[in-house]
């Protein structure tokens, strides 16, 4: 892994063409980049810690939502608290995700800086598409998951023994929450796998159409395991969603094709028993020199190349 990079300063590396940097100077730079995102997530940490009540109000919007998750006065029923801990470790986890969204342009930025200069410019522009693209996908699933874990709720409290009146426990209730959003906004990154293997020439676009079986199969069965809520809600809008995303991509992969000119048959206009028309054009060839027929027997030919010479090993010395 040697980069064409050249040493400006103690802590900063540009490209360079008369030399390349050592593995020490690899793991330097990975070290600064390591500690500059790291202290951008503190800082994220910090901002996060004054922002975590108004998150896990937020959070907790879809269970006071609930018809019979309120009181008599109509004021959300409080959740429940094992351990006199829990509730400031809730606030440094919320705070840790804050950081994490927060701090995201720097670290993500650290990232890219280390990795880029071994890629060409075509991965690059590449990688900056994808991203791109990759952000929204995971913010659509993270909104989307938001607004159905309500009725998933539902479902499970209604389904019970206990009825909806019962107390949950708020560390449990949290996690279950930010498990929705986490795992719908990963899943929501799946047609960038179908786009990456058509854009790099792995898969045509009437190669991924004809998986459409098989993936409206693993996204049911995906959406059945991973989900942590059992009811139907949840699973089934994230296997129509994926379901969906799906055929989006296969219709992006087709245009990507026209575009490229794939999937042209050269004999379209054959039959199979026909012979391909070759398109020959040869070249004409000048006629050579004569040959003088009054020449003597053993006269060397003019335009004949001449003989080589014959030479022994010894006449070298």
């Keep these: ?16 063409a008369d030399g390349s940097m050592t593995l020490i100077e690899h793991v330097r730079e990975l ?41 008599a006065l109509g004021n959300c029923r409080s959740f429940l608290q094992l351990s006199p801990a829990d509730g400031f470790i809730l606030k440094l986890k919320l705070a840790l995700w804050i950081g994490l969204i927060v701090g995201a342009p720097v670290w993500l930025y650290q990232l890219w800086a280390f990795i880029a200069p071994g890629l060409h410019r075509h991965e690059r522009k590449w990688a900056y598409v994808f991203v ?14 938001y607004l159905v874990v309500d009725k998933g709720l539902a479902f499970l409290l209604e389904a019970g023994v206990t009825g909806l009146s019962t107390q949950l426990e708020v560390t449990r209730y949290i996690s279950f929450v930010t498990n929705m959003i986490l795992l719908f906004g990963v899943a929501f990154e799946f047609p960038l796998i179908l786009l990456m ?28 395991i991973a989900t942590p809520d059992p009811g139907p809600f949840g699973m089934t809008l994230l296997a129509l969603s994926l379901s969906l995303l799906y055929f989006v991509a296969v219709g992006v992969a087709f245009l990507n094709d026209k575009r490229r000119g794939r999937g042209k048959d050269v004999y379209a206009g054959l039959d199979d028993d026909e012979v391909s028309p070759l398109e020959h054009d040869p070249e004409p060839v000048e006629a050579g020199q004569r040959v003088d027929a009054t020449a003597p027997v053993g006269a060397p030919d003019p335009i004949a190349p001449p003989a080589p010479i014959e030479r022994r090993y010894d006449d070298m010395t």
């Design 197 to 224: 293997l058509n854009f790099t020439g792995v898969a045509s676009a009437r190669r991924l159409l004809s998986w459409w079986r098989a993936v409206i199969f693993i996204s049911f069965a995906f959406a059945a």
């Design 31 to 71: 070290r600064d980049r390591l500690f500059r995102a790291s202290l951008a997530i503190v800082v994220g940490l910090i901002v996060g810690f004054f922002l975590a009540q108004p998150a896990f109000n937020l959070l907790k919007e879809p269970y006071c939502s609930l018809p019979d998750a309120t009181d």
């Design 1 to 16: 892994m040697a980069f064409a990079l050249r040493k400006r300063g103690p802590r900063s590396f540009e490209r360079a």
């Design 132 to 145: 791109a693209i990759a952000a929204p996908l995971f913010a659509g699933g993270a909104v989307l998951a």
